[in-house]
């Protein structure tokens, strides 16, 4: 089981695969020393889309050598997107990650239905996975960037994806909590009514394997002494693996206030897509960034296929 | 446990008997179950209504009415308002519906001066004994409220509970019934009964072991829920059905009643006394088993 990020990265640099990486409008100061420490260390096979003149600037501006770096011209940003996605779509490369260009402009090219990555019929999502120091494990969280306020079938996607991405890193059964701000049923928080839902379902058998709670608040989900001091029955006992949040607003600041105030570091990916899709956040350290490369070549590796519902 | 509806009589037989007053009492539907619950110690009755009509229905069917409480009020809704006042004195602990439309008989009920209100939403309440189950099984709401929503279903829940507490069952098994025992998000029934069961884990409905959706199946049958693979405490040991709506819990009660020649006792609950509220198609053996049951849920 991999309970550090540090050791996905271990895992990953000693399997000894090379995987092939498409980067659109890879001319970005925030990304490139990322990959190119990924490339160095022999697991990441850049093919650079974009300016070629700028990112050799790029390079140079941060002192990074470029020699022997695939680096392809593209004519716009669009383009380099289109161009990404197609290598994906056609093999010659494992994975797509986002450069300079706009969320919005990447997605598009991502989710386009005749030439882009997504599985028929999936939900597009996010599922990060957070090494905070003072957690004994790893924790994944979502959606911190995709889904602004999930709808039932959503969360259950979420759910589905954190599952599977969990059971990447060798947590057969994980725990999940579902997040609110009390562990009480409230029609005042409509996610709380979901939440009852989701874990009938999960009794029924209608769920993957999982050991599921919630609402419940980050104390009950994470604290192994908060059940009691509660008051609160729940199977979660404080040891969750994986914590739903109800909406963007919520599960965003929550990575990001760890990340600025608790040295965690993260590794995140797109989910929906038979391919890893790459996409971070410029705040990110560039460990983080360089994680999240490493947890799309784990994808990548163990086939990136969605689990069905 | 409680197998048989008779059961109910030795939680009556160990409490005061309790005042039942029928109005208006010159029916001819009511009467007789009235008369024999009077004449087993079930109840203590008052009649009131047209002496004379009451008097000449005991006549032509034989009852004994001698020795009996009867108050002269030949106006039909003069003799309910009585008959509530009553009770909201506490002059009597059980009211029961004469010969009078059930629209009238709840008017007076509702009334928010002297009245039966306590805030709490009126619902039935019924009890079947059905010889193909192992107990007596409690079914709500299949004749009061039409198409409950959650806060509704909680009340009725909360209301049969506590009158189940008072007929001894301490802890009852309380399955959410659904068309299937799966979540199905375009069913609402399933979500609602997902969330009383969260609310019964959270503590937010006490008293009680919540499940659901739970099919009639495997509400009922143990070998259903297992063939089914579902685990639940409530599966196959239900001791109240909670209907989704009116549509569904009327045809399960007649079906009982008429398909498995079940025996059945209701009452209404949720006012400040239980309300005997039978109909005409009942047999005199239901009026009779709901005045029981009703004395019994009186139980303080």
Not at chain 1, 90 to 97: R, W
Request: with cysteine.
């Amino acid at each position: 089981m991999i309970t550090r990020l540090n050791h996905l990265a271990d895992y990953i640099r000693s399997s000894g695969r090379r995987y092939r990486i498409a980067i659109a409008w890879a001319q970005d100061p925030n990304s490139i020393g990322a990959v190119l420490r990924a490339a160095n260390e022999g697991f990441l096979e850049p093919v650079m889309l974009g300016r070629k003149q700028e990112i050799i600037k790029v390079c140079e501006n941060l002192e990074i050598d470029y020699k022997g770096l695939n680096i392809t011209e593209s004519a716009g940003d669009y383009e380099a997107c289109r161009r990404a996605v197609e290598m994906a779509r056609s093999g010659e490369t494992d994975i797509v990650m986002k450069g300079l260009v706009s969320t919005d402009r990447f997605l598009k090219a991502v989710m386009d239905k005749e030439s882009g990555l997504m599985e028929p019929g999936a939900i597009l999502s996010y599922v990060c996975a957070l090494d905070i120091p003072a957690y004994r494990k790893l924790l994944f969280i979502t959606d911190p960037a995709v889904i602004p306020f999930p709808d039932l079938e959503q969360k259950i996607a979420m759910i589905r994806y954190a599952i599977d991405m969990a059971g990447r890193f060798g947590i057969k059964r994980p725990r999940i909590a579902l997040i609110g701000a009390t562990e009480k049923v409230s029609r005042h928080f409509e996610s709380s009514l979901d939440y009852a839902a989701i874990c009938k379902m999960a009794e029924r058998g209608q769920l993957p394997d999982c050991i599921i709670d919630g609402p419940v608040d980050i104390f009950l989900a994470c604290d192994p002494e908060s059940p009691g001091i509660k008051g609160v029955k729940t199977v979660l006992e404080g040891d969750a693996d994986i914590l739903l949040f109800p909406s963007i607003e919520s599960c965003n600041p929550f990575y990001k206030g760890l990340m600025l105030f608790a040295g965690a570091e993260l590794a995140g990916l797109i989910r929906g897509t038979f391919k890893p899709v790459v996409l971070m956040s410029r705040n990110e350290s560039l460990l983080s960034k360089y994680y999240c490369m490493a947890l799309a070549c784990m994808m990548a590796e163990t086939g990136n296929n969605q689990p069905q519902s | 446990m409680l197998k048989k509806l008779e059961d109910l009589k030795n939680i009556v037989a160990n409490e005061p008997v309790k005042k039942l007053v029928l109005a208006p009492a010159h029916d001819q539907d009511s009467l007789g179950a009235v008369i024999k619950a009077a004449s087993d110690g079930v109840i203590t009755p008052v009649l009131i209504g047209d002496t004379e009509g009451i008097k000449q229905i005991a006549h032509e069917n034989g009852y004994d009415i001698t020795g009996l409480s009867i108050i002269h009020e030949p106006g039909i809704e003069a003799s309910v308002e009585l008959a509530v006042k009553m009770v909201s004195r506490r002059e009597a602990e059980i009211l029961m519906k004469g010969k009078v439309g059930t629209s009238t008989l709840l008017k007076c009920v509702l009334n928010k001066e002297w009245g039966l209100r306590t805030g709490k939403l009126l619902s039935h309440f019924a009890l079947f004994e059905v010889e193909t189950y192992h107990k007596l099984i409690a079914v709500t709401d299949v004749a009061m409220n039409i198409a409950p929503n959650l806060q509704e279903k909680i009340a009725i829940i909360n209301n049969s509970i506590s009158c189940m507490h008072k007929l001894g069952i301490t802890n009852p098994k309380v399955a959410v019934l659904g068309a299937v025992e799966m979540v199905n998000e375009s069913m609402e029934a399933t979500l609602d009964a997902a969330l009383l069961s969260k609310m019964n884990q959270r503590d937010q409905i006490k008293g009680c072991i919540i499940d659901g959706p739970l099919a009639f199946d495997n509400a009922v049958s143990i070998e259903s829920a297992k063939h089914k693979g579902i685990k639940s405490e409530v599966a196959g040991d239900t001791d109240l059905l909670l209907m989704p709506d009116i549509e569904v819990g009327n045809v399960l009660y007649k079906s009982l009643v008429f398909f498995a020649k079940a025996k059945v006792a209701s009452v209404i609950l949720g006012a400040a006394a239980p309300i005997v509220l039978t109909s005409r198609s009942d047999s005199e053996q239901a009026k009779y088993d709901s005045i029981l049951l009703a004395s019994a849920a009186s139980k303080k």
